[in-house]
């Protein structure tokens, strides 16, 4: 099935970049839970970050290594923050490097 057209529908594993179904999440999430499963990408299989910094690094590490849909929420980021400026550039850079929805933001 596609993802939706609404970006709030679907969430942004930080380890690998890839997007995920919000209700897909929600199935693999309780299937860990009732087998006592460790939390892990659906993608990658790396473990789910514990805290908001380790979140950030991943996310780092991947617009480090030019991915364009990390470059395209490390553009939301900041544009949430009021860094207007900073944002445009990542979305800017994520555009030429081929994500379509960083034309739109």
Do not use: H, W
């Amino acid at each position: 099935l596609p993802l939706s057209i609404d970006p709030k529908e679907s969430i942004l594993m930080s380890c690998c970049s890839k997007r995920i179904c919000g209700g897909c999440d929600y199935a693999n999430q309780m299937r860990e839970l009732e087998g006592k499963l460790q939390q892990k990408c659906p993608f990658c299989r790396k473990a789910a970050p514990k805290t908001e910094e380790e979140f950030k690094k991943r996310l780092m590490k991947r617009v480090e290594a030019n991915d364009p849909f990390a470059m395209c929420q490390m553009g939301t980021k900041r544009c949430e923050e009021g860094d207007y400026k900073s944002a445009f550039e990542y979305y800017t850079k994520a555009a030429v490097l081929g994500n379509v929805q960083a034309n739109y933001q």
